[in-house]
């Protein structure tokens, strides 16, 4: 199930490329994370790891190996590692940690490898082979840093309401650790609002650094826009998030 609505998810915005034109729009990781908290690190790693080489070959007819060499090994890990996270103790603090460290993982692993071992070794891409590995390198980490921060916003705020829902909805099978945290009760609204903000502000510096260095050199115009825009957008959320829950806690506290 986890393979098969991770396939459908991605595929739907497969043609939404980063700004080097390589990589993809994927906000359905929210389905692995989904799967990683109710079901455990296996049954999240295989259907991600499946769910990515199907979306990838439906997009380039045929079986990609672009995605067998780096999407799937580094899908694999990195939600195996955001169960067990999660399987050992779940709170709503751990779940964030779960999700900027597997992510950050997760994305380093499918960049490196999509760009040295697909595209450089198995292709032999004349764009990659003529650049240097200082370059190289730089286009890695900028695919990571644009998954990322594409990815973490869906995540944090959308994978936790499905959690609850199906805690509502289907409690026999959501595990007792998960059941007794609830979201409106536990939100850790400086954790949140903070898994938000320091990535946003990451990605500012980011893109002062893009414009007015020599990387410039080798970032693309709609890349530094979008290290602007996505550490303007992650930053306004941070704030929404922490004044919203600040909010609710007064009108609470008032009404009791």
């Given at each position: 199930m986890c393979a098969a609505l991770y396939a459908v998810g991605s595929y739907t915005t497969a043609y939404i490329p980063s700004p080097w034109g390589i990589g993809q729009f994927r906000p359905a990781v929210v389905v692995p994370s989904f799967?990683?908290?109710?079901?455990?690190?296996?049954?999240?790693?295989?259907?991600?790891?499946?769910?990515?080489?199907?979306?990838?070959?439906?997009?380039?007819?045929?079986?990609?190996?672009?995605?067998?060499?780096?999407?799937?090994?580094?899908?694999?890990?990195?939600?195996?590692?955001?169960?067990?996270?999660?399987?050992?103790?779940?709170?709503?603090?751990?779940?964030?940690?779960?999700?900027?460290?597997?992510?950050?993982?997760?994305?380093?692993?499918?960049?490196?490898?999509?760009?040295?071992l697909f595209r450089v070794l198995y292709l032999a891409d004349p764009k990659q082979v003529k650049m240097s590995p200082g370059a190289l390198t730089y286009l890695s980490f900028g695919l990571a840093i644009w998954w990322f921060v594409t990815m973490l916003p869906f995540v944090l705020l959308v994978t936790p309401f499905l959690i609850q829902a199906t805690v509502a909805a289907f409690p026999s099978i959501v595990s007792e650790d998960v059941k007794a945290h609830r979201l409106r009760e536990e939100l850790p609204k400086a954790t949140f609002s903070l898994a938000m903000l320091v990535p946003g502000w990451i990605m500012i510096i980011l893109g002062l650094a893009t414009t007015y260095t020599p990387l410039a050199d080798y970032t693309p115009l709609g890349a530094q826009l979008m290290f602007y825009g996505s550490g303007i957008a992650l930053s306004v959320l941070g704030v929404v998030i922490y004044t919203r829950q600040r909010f609710l806690s007064q009108r609470t506290k008032r009404f009791r």
């Open positions: 799967f990683a908290t109710i079901f455990g690190p296996l049954p999240a790693a295989i259907g991600a790891a499946v769910g990515t080489l199907i979306a990838d070959s439906m997009k380039h007819g045929y079986l990609y190996p672009g995605s067998f060499l780096a999407a799937v090994p580094g899908n694999f890990i990195g939600f195996y590692m955001f169960g067990y996270i999660l399987k050992k103790k779940f709170s709503w603090g751990r779940f964030v940690l779960a999700s900027n460290l597997t992510l950050t993982i997760a994305n380093l692993i499918v960049a490196f490898l999509y760009v040295f």
